[in-house]
């Protein structure tokens, strides 16, 4: 079955490009708005790119109602953002942190979720997240009207107690416990986890 993009109203690209290539990471960003209020929200068309310059990709669709999401609309202004980790604990929080509000309400206050200052952005990381990387934008990039891709360099990692060993920076398997992106409203754990041995036969054979 083969499927042409090009042919396919956008909504059947998405519907077969989110539920094909899962599970995807959950970048929450979180950002104050020009009014000092504390926004953030979900995005798993996001992934980490490169460590040396370290950055960190999101892209970006509009509202429902066709505005620029808040979120987006914060970077553009400050240039800076800070994407937070979310992990079982926080994932309800993370989810309902989607629903669409006015800027002039916090998904903060929404959620019960605490505002924490960051050292190198001028926004707030979420103090209960697992880990929150601080970034500056390093450019934007406009695919038509309804996709913007930000390329972040990551500047600062937060890390929740117990989750990175100082020393080695190895991060603890047992203490920390991403969830990620399916599609629609379905989310994975990563409780399953598993090794493979070293040089196997056949095609994917590495020397
Ligand atoms: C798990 C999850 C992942 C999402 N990923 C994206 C995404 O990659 N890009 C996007 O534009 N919206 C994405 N959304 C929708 C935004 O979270 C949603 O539009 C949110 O209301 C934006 O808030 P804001 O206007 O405060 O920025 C996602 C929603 C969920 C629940």
Same mark, same amino acid.
């Given at each position: 079955m083969d499927f042409e993009l090009a042919r396919l109203p956008a909504l059947e690209r998405y519907k077969l490009i989110i539920g094909l290539v899962i599970p995807r990471p959950i970048g929450w960003v979180s950002t104050w708005n020009d009014n000092g209020v504390a926004n953030c929200a979900p995005f798993s068309f996001f992934n980490a790119i490169s460590e040396d310059p370290p950055l960190c990709i999101l892209s970006f669709n509009r509202r429902s109602d066709g505005a620029m999401k808040h979120t987006l609309k914060n970077i553009h202004r400050t240039g800076e953002y800070v994407v937070n980790l979310a992990d079982e604990s926080t994932a309800n929080a993370m989810h309902v942190s989607s629903f669409e509000i006015p800027e002039t309400e916090s998904e903060f206050a929404k959620t019960g979720l605490t505002p924490a200052p960051a050292k190198m952005v001028k926004h707030p990381r979420?103090? #209960?997240?697992a880990a929150s990387l601080e970034c500056k934008v390093e450019r934007i990039i406009e695919f038509g009207p309804e996709r913007e891709l930000v390329i972040g360099e990551i500047l600062l990692i937060h890390a929740r107690e117990?989750?990175?060993?100082? #020393?080695?920076k190895r991060v603890s398997e047992e203490n920390y416990r991403p969830v990620g992106r399916l599609f629609a409203n379905r989310y994975c754990t990563t409780r399953q986890r598993f090794d493979l041995p070293g040089a196997l036969p056949g095609p994917c054979a590495t020397e």
């Open positions: 979420i103090a #209960e997240a117990g989750i990175v060993d100082p #020393e080695t």
